[in-house]
């Protein structure tokens, strides 16, 4: 993997649980409700997962997917890097879900919709919940007590095994940490996520690395303005963020 990171100790139990526990719950598409499998090829993501992230969950739906935040080498633990949310078709593209991976699935496990959507208050959040649930018991196709009882199921051998429960006010707990990120962030980008500034990136080198997110934000697929900036990256040694923006950007 590029940087040498290692994959995350939790990711790969939650992996190999889920392939032996899927038996056990027969109508659900995959217990966690993810595809898990993280992605290390440059090649991984769309035009607008950032260049310094690693995809390791997939929703099947438009293209969402969830990664590993690295702020360019800042983040040396993939255990304790930020959990973003990617979503190429949506207008807000690219947003900060959780503080860590085991906050991650404290969300997604037990409150889904909250990582997939935005939300101005617990209130709006509880709503948009309670519609979803009667769209889905006037289903005729979907077997709503089922998916619920096989949840239930999935969501306590999870705490059970990987001491894993729900955060309470879901809502309020995303805020904090995007408030915590924007008192750390000296530039900001347009993705929502700026620059923090760190040992890895000099005061120099911000613009450079804040153009890299706006670019990739606002879908820019000019090979002129692309090239020079995966060669402007390679000479301040980020060679896979590089390799990732022509990658995603260009092919």
């Known amino acids: 993997m590029g940087n040498a990171y290692q994959i995350p100790i939790l ?3 939650l992996m190999s649980w889920e392939r032996g526990f899927s038996h056990e719950v027969d109508y659900l598409e995959t217990p966690t409700g993810l595809y898990l499998g993280i992605d290390t090829k440059e090649t991984g ?10 995809p390791f969950a997939r929703t099947g739906v438009d293209g969402i997917h969830y990664a590993f935040l690295t702020d360019f080498g800042h983040v040396t633990n993939l255990d304790e890097a930020p959990v973003i949310r990617v979503s190429p078709m949506d ?7 959780a503080r860590n991976l085991h906050d991650f699935f404290a969300l997604y496990l037990f409150d889904e919709l909250v990582t997939m959507n935005e939300y101005s208050s617990e209130e709006e959040y509880l709503e ?11 289903s005729e196709w979907f077997d709503h007590d089922r998916w619920k009882r096989e949840k239930a199921i999935v969501q306590n051998s999870i705490s059970e095994t990987f001491n894993i429960f729900p ?18 962030v000296s530039t900001l980008t347009k993705d929502s996520l700026g620059i923090v500034l760190s040992k890895v990136i000099p005061g120099e080198s911000e613009v450079l690395i804040a153009s890299v997110r706006d670019f990739q934000y606002s879908a820019c ?7 020079p900036l995966a060669k402007e990256l390679v000479q301040l040694g ?14």
């Open 221 to 227: 697929f000019d090979r002129a303005i692309i090239e």
């Open 91 to 97: 207008s807000d593209r690219v947003s900060l879900v």
């Open 45 to 54: 993501g769309y035009f607008c997962t950032p260049v310094d992230s690693y």
């Open 11 to 13: 990711l790969e139990q």
């Open 167 to 184: 955060i309470s006010n879901p809502v309020q707990y995303m805020q904090e940490i995007r408030l915590e990120r924007s008192l750390q």
């Open 128 to 138: 948009y919940v309670r519609k979803e649930e009667a769209k889905d018991l006037n």
């Open 238 to 251: 980020f060679i896979h963020e590089a390799q990732s923006l022509l990658a995603r950007m260009l092919q």
